[in-house]
């Protein structure tokens, strides 16, 4: 059985980081497409970050520069490092992957994806 888990989120002041992390178990990455994606209060979730099998990323306009997404392939795990956070940054964060290997081309679309954590909340405080 394939999971995701997040860890890493919590509360920051704004202008502070965190480092956010997602240990998949039962899922060896082969080339699959991974991402991160943010669900705040009342808004409909949106991806972050996304990776595709062969390094390709791409950002949300809003967080790049500030977001670096990371793949360790020793430990099969997926980080996001979110530096300078804004009040707008905060929400529930997702790390989702594909089921299928040799994902070539940067899959922003949630439906594309199989696999999903549970989250991890980010707050950001004045």
């Known amino acids: 059985q394939v999971q995701l888990v997040e860890s890493g989120g919590g509360s920051v002041q704004a202008g502070g980081s965190l480092r956010l992390s997602c240990v998949t178990a039962g899922y060896t990455r082969s080339r699959n497409c991974m991402g991160w994606f943010r669900q705040a209060p009342g808004k409909e979730r949106e991806a972050v970050a996304a990776?595709?099998?062969?390094?390709?990323?791409r950002y949300l306009d809003s967080v790049a520069g500030r977001f670096t997404m990371s793949f360790d392939n020793a430990k099969d795990s997926l980080y996001l490092r979110m530096n300078s956070l804004k009040f707008e940054d905060a929400a529930m964060y997702y790390c989702?992957?594909?089921?299928?290997?040799?994902?070539?081309?940067?899959?922003?679309?949630?439906?594309?994806?199989?696999?999903w954590g549970q989250g991890t909340q980010v707050t950001v405080s004045s």
């Open positions: 989702a992957a594909t089921s299928f290997p040799y994902c070539s081309g940067i899959r922003w679309s949630m439906s594309t994806y199989q696999y």
């Open positions: 990776i595709d099998g062969y390094g390709t990323s």
